[in-house]
C-alpha cells in the first residue's frame, strides 16, 4: 500500500472519532488576546508609489534591508518588516509603538476590511463550530465593535460583570476601535521593486503590525482574573497567548518583566488549585531575546502543552545559545535537526508536549504518561484536515464542509519527511503510523493537507495548535 494510501485511511479513521471527542470535553477557556484584524493585501504599485514620493525614506529602508526591527517606531520599520516578511516567505509580527506610525499606515495603507483578531478571538471563532459544549474566551476591552466580531453562537461565552458567563453580543460595553492588527497578506510569486533590488515571495504568507496600547502591558481585566478561579472545575483546557504585545521597556520606567511576572503567577495559582485543568502556551512571532526568554522561564514551567512554528523554535534555540542547531532549522528544514531542536526544549523546559507546526507537517513531542501516540496523531489529523476546509472556503463551516479537507492532497515532500525521521529514529514502521519512541516520549510526526490557493491563512496556527491540544 502506498504511503498516501496509508496516510488518507489514517484520516479518515481520525476524523470519524472526533466528533464524539469534542462532545466528551467539557469546556475550554481561551485568553489573553482578542482584538481587530484590519486585513491588507499588499500591492506592490502602492507601496512603490509611496517610496518614489519619499526619497529619504526610500533610501532608509534600503540600506536597511535585512536588518529587521524589534518594534515598528517610524513608517521604515514597517516597510522594511514588510520586506523581510516577503522576501523570506516567513511569518512576522512586530508591534507597533508610535501613534504617529500608527496614524501613517491609516493614512498611506488603510485597510481592505476588518475581522475578528489576535489568537484568542480567532481561536474562539474557529472552535465555536464544533460540538463543544462550552467556551470562555478573554476580550479587553469588549466594545460593540470588537463583540459583533465574535461569531454569534450557543457555546460561546464571555465572563460579565458579575462574574457570569454571557454572549460576547449582549455583554459589551461601550463603542470603538482601541486596537487593530494589520495582516498584511501577499501570495507566492508576488514582486516587489525596492530600489534596484526586486523582491519576490517565495510562498504566500503574512505581516502583522499590531497597535494595541490597552493591552500593551497585558494587564489582566481583574474581572476575570477575580471570577476565573472559581468556575475552573467547568473547563478541562486552558489555552494562552498574546504575550508577544509586551514591550521590552515603557515610557514609565517598567519593563516587560513588570506585567510578566503577575500573569505567570495567576497562572500558577489557578493550575494549583485546579490540577487537573491542561494548560496550552500559544507561542507568537515576538523579535525581543529577553521576552522571548522570560516567556520560557516563567511560563513555560507552569503549562502542560506549547504550540509553535519552526521559525519560533529557532529564536528560543538561539536564546538558549544553540545557534548552530537553529541555523540549520532555519536554512534547511531539516526534520533531524528539528527534532533535535524540540527534545532540546522539551529537556530544558519538562514540557510534557509539544507541536509544531508547518508548512506541510506537524511534529510532536509527548510525555507517554500524558496521552498515547494515537490519540496525539488523531488530534493533529483533525487539526490538518480542519486547517485545510478552512483554507479553502475561508472558514470553518458545517461538519460537511469541515469533511471537504479530506479531500484536499497531501503536502509534497511527505515521504522524504518520514523517511528522514524514521532514520533518526531507527524506526522502521515510522512511514506508516508517524509514531516512534524515544527517551520516554512519543514522536509523532503527521504530514498535512496543503490548499494551493487558499482563501485565508491568518490564524491557521492558532486553530491547528487549539484543535490538536484539545483532542489530543
Not at 75 to 100: C, F
Not at 134 to 143: D, F, G, Q, R, S
Not at 347 to 372: F, K
Request: proline share 5%; hydrophobic share 40%.
Amino acid at each position: 500500500m502506498s504511503i498516501q494510501a496509508i496516510w488518507n485511511g489514517l484520516y479518515e479513521k481520525a476524523v470519524h472519532n472526533s466528533r464524539t471527542s469534542f462532545e466528551s470535553v467539557p469546556g475550554v477557556a481561551l485568553g489573553f488576546h482578542s482584538t481587530i484584524d484590519g486585513l491588507k493585501r499588499v500591492v506592490p504599485q502602492k507601496i512603490e508609489n509611496i517610496l518614489a514620493e519619499d526619497p529619504a525614506l526610500a533610501e532608509e529602508v534600503l540600506n536597511r534591508l535585512g536588518n529587521v526591527p524589534t518594534e515598528i517606531c517610524t513608517p521604515a520599520d514597517l516597510l522594511v518588516g514588510l520586506i523581510d516578511s516577503l522576501q523570506n516567505g516567513k511569518a512576522l509580527q512586530l508591534m507597533i509603538r508610535e501613534e504617529t506610525t500608527y496614524n501613517w499606515i491609516m493614512e498611506h495603507l488603510g485597510y481592505d476590511n476588518l475581522r475578528m483578531g489576535g489568537t484568542s478571538g480567532n481561536m474562539a471563532n474557529s472552535l465555536a463550530p464544533l460540538p463543544l459544549p462550552k467556551l470562555l474566551v478573554y476580550a479587553n476591552p469588549l466594545t460593540k465593535e470588537q463583540a459583533e466580531l465574535f461569531v454569534d453562537s450557543d457555546n460561546l461565552f464571555v465572563l460579565n460583570a458579575d462574574g457570569k458567563l454571557q454572549s460576547p453580543q449582549t455583554a459589551w460595553r461601550g463603542e470603538g476601535i482601541y486596537a487593530i492588527h494589520w495582516i498584511f497578506e501577499y501570495p507566492q510569486g508576488l514582486k516587489l521593486n525596492v530600489g534596484d533590488k526586486v523582491i519576490q515571495a517565495p510562498r504566500a504568507n503574512r505581516f502583522i503590525a499590531a497597535w494595541n496600547p490597552i493591552n500593551n502591558k497585558l494587564q489582566l481585566e481583574p474581572n476575570f482574573v477575580k471570577h476565573l478561579p472559581r468556575i475552573a472545575d467547568d473547563f478541562s483546557h486552558f489555552i494562552i497567548s498574546g504575550f508577544h504585545i509586551l514591550s521590552e521597556e515603557y515610557p514609565d520606567g517598567t519593563t516587560w518583566e513588570t506585567y510578566l511576572r503577575p500573569v505567570a503567577r495567576f497562572l500558577r495559582e489557578t493550575k494549583k488549585e485546579h490540577p487537573d485543568l491542561r494548560l496550552h502556551y500559544e507561542f507568537a512571532s515576538i523579535a525581543s531575546p529577553s521576552i522571548r526568554k522570560g516567556i520560557v522561564d516563567h511560563i513555560l514551567p507552569t503549562v502542560d502543552s506549547l504550540g509553535l512554528n519552526e521559525m519560533e523554535l529557532a529564536a528560543v534555540l538561539r536564546d538558549r545559545e544553540e545557534p548552530e542547531l537553529a541555523e540549520e532549522i532555519e536554512k534547511q528544514s531539516s526534520m533531524a535537526a528539528v527534532l533535535r531542536g524540540l527534545e532540546r526544549l522539551a529537556d530544558g523546559t519538562g514540557l510534557r508536549r509539544i507541536q509544531l507546526h508547518d508548512l506541510g507537517y506537524y511534529l510532536a513531542l509527548v510525555e507517554q504518561d500524558y496521552v498515547s501516540g494515537e490519540l496525539c496523531r488523531d488530534g493533529m489529523l483533525f487539526g490538518a484536515v480542519l486547517a485545510a476546509s478552512r483554507s479553502s472556503i475561508g472558514k470553518v463551516g458545517t461538519w460537511d464542509e469541515i469533511l471537504t479537507g479530506l479531500e484536499v492532497p497531501l503536502a509534497k515532500g511527505t515521504e522524504a519527511r518520514l523517511q528522514a525521521l524514521s532514520k533518526a529514529l531507527e524506526c522502521d514502521e515510522f512511514a506508516g503510523t508517524g509514531i516512534g519512541r524515544k527517551n520516554g516520549r512519543y514522536i509523532v510526526f503527521v504530514p498535512t493537507k496543503i490548499v494551493e490557493d487558499p482563501v485565508l491563512t491568518v490564524g491557521l496556527g492558532d486553530l491547528i495548535s487549539s484543535s490538536a491540544f484539545i483532542l489530543g
